[in-house]
């Protein structure tokens, strides 16, 4: 993530405006090479889902992500956008 994504998640969370977080979806896994004691090991992860949370409201994305950097590429694109949004 870079600096612009930074400043709208602490603004987001040092505030308690808004949380987004990765959610698993159970059976929807992937398999990603890994190195596990320095030896290349086959693991599976599981997809998610992004869920926003807003005032003890939950709202769950309708995009699935693999846990790599386009999840965190959107979760700090949700933040970017509610803190261009803000009023305060």
């Known amino acids: 993530m870079t600096g612009k994504y930074y400043e709208a998640m602490s603004w987001a969370l040092e505030g308690n405006h808004l949380r987004v977080y990765p959610e698993p979806i159970e059976g929807d896994i992937y398999t990603e090479k890994k190195l596990r004691d320095g030896k290349p090991k ?3 992860i599981n997809k998610v889902r992004l869920v ?8 769950l994305g309708k995009f699935i ?3 790599d950097k386009s999840m965190s590429t959107a979760i700090g694109e949700i933040y ?4 261009n949004k803000r009023t305060v």
Do not use: A, D, N, P
């Not at 926003?52 to 939950?58: N, R």
């Open 42 to 44: 086959t693991v599976s």
């Open 65 to 67: 992500y693999k846990q």
């Open 52 to 59: 926003i949370e807003i005032e003890g409201s939950k709202h």
């Open 80 to 83: 970017l956008h509610y803190y």
